[in-house]
């Protein structure tokens, strides 16, 4: 089986893109695209959406820097346990590095395998993508020739001291989860590729499971029901030739025959645009989401950034033709990206509307207070008006003990009046 796989992470940065991508190594370069090339990606994608993939760094923020390193390097991890521990090879011959407005960026690590041992590509990668074993032993080369350079990339762009290098904690590549996302590429070959457990297969790659664990006679295989329902909903079949899966943490394709161009389409294509895009938008909902929680103090300013994230970065349609339609559709609904968007927009209504009462409330106390100096007023007028015609120090021996009880006698019937109407404003 020929194997290819993005093993993908994503973090914080201090400044922004451009600024960031000024503090890169450099060993890391620029990907860059002719005015032909973008206008050849113009004919399937719209040119919003391919000026967002490609238009690199600027100041304006406004689109993703793509940023690659070579390394031709191979490693080895130690994939079992106990007595049956084995060495597996992988090679990694580059490294992406998207940087993406509102401070945030996106690695991408492309492994390749090429072994007629399924069980190694499986072990290998839920060991990779575990990025909280990254300290154990048997992970060395990994982390040395995968993982170094990001952090390397890590530090420059966000002006962490080296000296520290030793300390680094690798679950800092990965801001919302506990593992790497995974995007992979299985190619089976034709014979492969009709026998009857092409599902189970494609079930077994895209949960990193051990190979032939699906077959329903184990303690660990999956039920016949859940099986069933899974490839029904989260599987993506147009051509005779592959079959997709989506799931949360890996999105899956395998393959049958598979030429050079259609392996170019999906990791330029499929995983370079469709699915590095998605991915950032449900990163970053869900840090938005975070801080609206956490960040009190600046809702007001979240929520015109979430306002301006929309606009300059969420695309309703992206492509003329349906399949990368369909595919975008599936991603974001496998990385339950629109459930990030309603929890956001729920937050914010609660927010708005917390707004709109506590400002009633400050209106209402200000127009209380005016009604009582309106009373005060009114009711000095009435004491006026009551001595001209009846003047108190005729009829009660004092002007100074008739204005205290008719102000008293008229102040008792407005706040009588007052209570009145609270508690059938109340009953109602």
Same mark, same amino acid.
């Given at each position: 089986?020929k194997?290819?796989?993005y093993?993908c992470? @994503?973090?914080?940065?201090?400044d922004?893109?451009f600024?960031?991508?000024?503090r ?8 860059e ?5 973008? &206008?050849?990606?113009?004919q399937?994608?719209?040119p919003d959406f391919?000026?967002f993939?490609?238009?690199g760094?600027s100041k ?13 390097g191979e ?5 079992g *346990?106990r007595?049956?521990?084995?060495s597996?090879g992988?090679r990694?011959?580059?490294?992406l ?8 960026a996106?690695f $991408?690590?492309?492994i390749e395998?090429?072994?007629d041992?399924?069980d190694?590509i ?6 990779m ?7 154990n032993?048997?992970l060395?080369?990994?982390c040395e020739? $995968?993982?170094?350079p990001?952090v ?6 966000n ?9 680094f904690d690798?679950?800092?590549? @990965? ?5 790497l ?5 299985a190619?089976?070959?034709?014979d492969?590729w009709s026998?009857?457990? @092409?599902?189970?297969?494609? %079930? ?5 499971a051990?190979i032939g664990?699906?077959d329903?006679?184990?303690?660990d ?5 859940f099986f069933?329902? /899974?490839?029904?909903r989260?599987t993506l079949?147009?051509y005779n030739?592959?079959?997709?899966l989506?799931l949360?943490d890996t999105?899956?394709?395998i393959c049958?025959d598979c030429?050079e161009?259609l392996?170019k ?7 370079? /645009? ?11 909902l869900?840090r938005l989401?975070?801080?609206f929680r %956490?960040?009190?103090?600046n809702?007001g *300013?979240l ?6 994230f929309e606009?300059?970065? &969420? ?6 033709? %349906? ?8 991603v ?6 629109e ?7 729920h937050?914010i209504?609660?927010?708005q ?5 506590k400002?009633?409330?400050?209106m209402n +106390?200000l127009?209380f %207070? ?6 005060v ?9 009551i +001595?001209g015609?009846i003047?108190?120090?005729?009829s009660?021996?004092s ?6 009880l008719?102000a ?6 407005v ?14």
């Amino acid at each position: 089986m020929k194997y290819i796989g993005y093993l993908c992470g @994503v973090f914080s940065l201090k400044d922004n893109a451009f600024v960031s991508a000024g503090r890169l190594g450099s060993d890391w370069k620029p990907s860059e695209y002719s005015k032909e090339t973008i &206008c050849g990606y113009e004919q399937y994608y719209f040119p919003d959406f391919v000026h967002f993939c490609f238009g690199g760094c600027s100041k304006e923020d406004n689109a993703v820097g793509r940023y690659s390193l070579k390394t031709e390097g191979e490693f080895h991890v130690s994939v079992g *346990c106990r007595e049956k521990v084995r060495s597996v090879g992988v090679r990694t011959p580059e490294i992406l590095l998207f940087l993406f407005p509102f401070k945030m960026a996106q690695f $991408a690590i492309r492994i390749e395998l090429d072994t007629d041992n399924d069980d190694d590509i499986t072990a290998a990668v839920a060991v990779m993508r575990n990025i909280n074993r990254c300290k154990n032993g048997g992970l060395e080369e990994y982390c040395e020739t $995968a993982l170094s350079p990001i952090v390397e990339a890590f530090r420059s762009m966000n002006m962490e001291s080296p000296a520290e290098d030793a300390k680094f904690d690798y679950r800092r590549l @990965v801001e919302n989860g506990n593992k790497l996302k995974i995007f992979q590429i299985a190619c089976l070959g034709k014979d492969r590729w009709s026998s009857d457990n @092409v599902d189970q297969l494609l %079930f077994e790659i895209g949960t990193t499971a051990p190979i032939g664990s699906s077959d329903g006679k184990s303690v660990d295989s999956p039920s016949e029901t859940f099986f069933k329902e /899974m490839m029904s909903r989260d599987t993506l079949s147009v051509y005779n030739n592959w079959k997709a899966l989506f799931l949360f943490d890996t999105t899956t394709i395998i393959c049958g025959d598979c030429p050079e161009w259609l392996l170019k389409n999906w990791t330029e294509d499929y995983f370079g /645009m469709i699915y590095i895009c998605q991915l950032y938008r449900r990163n970053y909902l869900f840090r938005l989401n975070r801080r609206f929680r %956490f960040e009190r103090e600046n809702v007001g *300013c979240l929520e015109n950034e979430s306002v301006d994230f929309e606009r300059r970065c &969420c695309f309703h349609n992206i492509s003329y033709n %349906f399949l990368p339609e369909m595919f975008n559709n599936r991603v974001e609904s496998s990385l339950k990206t629109e459930e990030e968007k309603e929890s956001l927009y729920h937050m914010i209504s609660q927010e708005q509307a917390n707004r709109e009462k506590k400002a009633e409330n400050r209106m209402n +106390n200000l127009l209380f %207070f005016m009604t009582c100096l309106t009373m005060v007023s009114a009711i000095w007028d009435t004491c006026c008006l009551i +001595n001209g015609i009846i003047p108190f120090g005729i009829s009660m021996g004092s002007e100074i003990i008739g204005y205290r009880l008719t102000a008293s006698i008229l102040t008792a019937i407005v706040l009588l009046a007052l209570l009145i109407y609270r508690i059938r404003s109340k009953s109602k």
